[in-house]
């Protein structure tokens, strides 16, 4: 054994076969690591014993406070993620947060963040052993390169549609995603409120951004694969996505007081894939994070964006429309706090859809992504921001005129003409996809000058049209349910008698069923856990009326609606068809 082990093996507990200074270790020359021995070695020995330790209280508590005690039984030596401890979490969602904070991925995030003495590029080269550790592990079969290029490929031709929050030709050259080591950063409380920034730490800074991107962005890509092209996409997805969070803490507080656009597209793609996993809670926590810091750079201001350059300026525009859509995807389905609006935000938001001047966001050199191109995958996205706008503005109408009909006298015709300005929200909400554009109604009609490029753009607007379609019956169904709990239903031409209300859920599923019947499967997949949760919605809205319409004509059309939601959701693979398969057989 050598005297003392290198700072690699040592920031990740593991043992160290070099011998300073004459040759690196086996670990490090395996993980192409730089094998050095910087850190001043602690004191070690036996723990001291009672007689010695109550001498030294009687001294005075001074010493104390300032000595760590030592380990009895020797340091605890932790193996970066074994073979059995992968094969233990081989099942989907089997991950837990103990495991993300456990020594399972070589390094806890407790040994990162509070060493604040050691050398930062200790921890980032630890991180980045672990992940090709562990993704060799899970898929021996392909180089670390190749699995970025397959999230990559995957993210740009299925939710780059949804969400265009990236710049393809700076993802696409970071691809080999090197150790992003610093140069002019020397330790970790570099990066805290100490810090303020040279130039030349900045470019380290922009390294490290940019390697924490493009692993978040393969955490939340990686739970969409299909079993069939990744083994156990959910492992996959929760190694890049623990990874990725780790070296976001490294310089979180720098990132919080100075943040970019990467700031915000980080947090996003962590609370997507958060949320693909189930933890719902953690995931709100994480885009409630990205919300602030929107605020905080008053990205709702169209002055926000001022002297910044192009590429960064559209992307901090579509990274705050997208947190808009996110904002009120969780207040209307998970009945979360509405946060971007005009109430909170002391003012109405300024901010345009989009600017008049923007630079491509799709590398130019694809066939496929001409400027044309790119313009319908935006045209697509502002019909969506346009959907989730006039919905929360109803929503947030019926708020104002409950609480001016709980006023005194004086209040009633204020309130009749709410009830006025209510409806008019509400028909311009039902118009919103009237005029679709061509490429939207009828994807298949998209057609290209290659042959081979026809196929991706079909793809990316039948991705698109079913997003579009499945969120407007699930939002029809929720504003349906908020004007009835009211007692609003007479403003939609219905009675408030449960016999006259089913009938307009049961029609709501109907057209619902006809949408997620009538796409390629895959366009749903696509669109991944947010899908999932408005099909279960509707789900569970049959699934009342089931249980609590009288009239047997009512019940018997809403099992046979049921069944094709509950089918769907099986084949999305999502725990919600479990939960409403439950809840249906009991």
């Known amino acids: 054994m050598p005297p003392r082990a290198c700072d690699a093996c040592k920031a990740r507990k593991v043992k160290c076969d070099g011998f300073e200074p004459t040759a690196p270790c086996s670990n490090c020359r395996m993980s192409d690591l730089s094998c050095q021995y910087l850190q001043v070695p602690k004191k070690r020995g036996p723990k001291p014993n009672e007689s010695t330790h109550q001498s030294r209280k009687q001294r005075g508590n001074r010493s104390a406070h300032s000595e760590e005690p030592s380990n009895s039984n020797g340091p605890n030596v932790a193996l970066p993620l074994s073979a059995e401890t992968v094969s233990s979490l081989e099942a989907p969602h089997a991950i837990s947060d103990e495991h993300l904070t456990s020594p399972w991925m070589g390094i806890a995030p407790s040994n990162v963040t509070s060493q604040t003495s050691t050398d930062i590029n200790v921890s980032i080269q630890a991180l980045h052993h672990d992940l090709v550790f562990a993704l060799g592990f899970c898929m021996p079969n392909f180089t670390l390169e190749q699995i970025i290029k397959k999230c990559i490929d995957v993210h740009m031709q299925s939710l780059f549609p949804l969400c265009p929050l990236l710049h393809e030709l700076s993802i696409r050259s970071n691809m080999k995603l090197e150790t992003p080591l610093v140069t002019n950063l020397q330790t970790i409380s570099d990066l805290t409120g100490g810090f303020r920034g040279s130039s030349e730490s900045q470019e380290d800074l922009a390294k490290l951004r940019s390697y924490t991107l493009i692993v978040a962005l393969c955490a939340g890509t990686a739970f969409l694969l299909t079993p069939e092209s990744v083994p156990n ?23 919080i007081e100075r943040p970019d656009a990467s ?101 130019p050199v694809t066939t496929i992504h001409s400027i044309e191109f790119e313009d319908r995958i935006f045209t697509g996205f502002y019909i969506s921001q346009r959907l989730w706008a006039t919905a929360s503005r109803v929503v947030l109408d019926l708020q104002t005129l409950t609480r001016l009909c709980q006023c005194d006298e004086n209040a009633v015709m204020l309130a009749e003409a709410q009830r006025m300005g209510l409806t008019g929200t509400y ?28 196929e991706n753009p079909r793809r990316n607007f039948w991705v698109q049209r079913t997003n579009l379609l499945v969120t407007y019956h699930c939002l029809r169904m929720i504003l349906l349910q908020r004007f009835i709990d009211l007692g609003l239903g007479c403003l939609l031409g219905l009675s408030d008698e449960r016999v006259m209300l089913a009938p307009r859920k049961t029609e709501i599923a109907h057209d619902l069923i006809n949408v997620i019947t009538g796409v390629p499967f895959d366009s749903l997949r696509a669109n991944g856990e947010a899908c999932v949760i408005k099909i279960r919605r509707v789900g569970a809205t049959i699934l009342e009326v089931m249980q609590l319409a009288n009239a047997p004509e009512i ?7 049921f069944s094709p939601l509950l089918d769907v959701l099986a084949k999305l693979n999502s725990r919600a068809s479990d939960e409403l398969n439950k809840e249906y057989i009991g």
């Open 427 to 454: 028909l311009r909400f039902l118009s919103v996809l009237d005029n679709l554009p061509l490429f939207l109604q009828s994807p298949e009609t998209e057609m290209s000058t290659e042959a081979t490029s026809t």
């Open 263 to 363: 700031s915000l597209v980080i947090r996003m793609f962590h609370a997507s894939a958060l949320h693909t996993d189930g933890k719902i809670r953690v995931a709100w926590q994480v885009l409630g994070e990205a919300l602030r810091l929107a605020e905080q750079m008053r990205l709702y201001e169209e002055r926000s964006f001022e002297g910044l350059d192009p590429v960064e300026a559209r992307l901090r525009r579509t990274a705050f429309w997208q947190l808009f859509i996110m904002d009120k995807h969780s207040a209307l389905l998970e009945d979360r706090p509405m946060t971007l609006h005009e109430f909170s935000l002391h003012g109405s938001m300024t901010t345009k859809l989009q600017d008049e001047l923007e630079v491509q966001l799709l590398d």
């Open 233 to 255: 996409p959910a492992l996959v997805g929760n190694i890049f996505l623990h990874t990725s969070r780790e070296m976001l803490k490294l310089y979180q507080d720098f990132d």
């Open 555 to 561: 019940v018997s059309r809403a099992k046979s609606l």
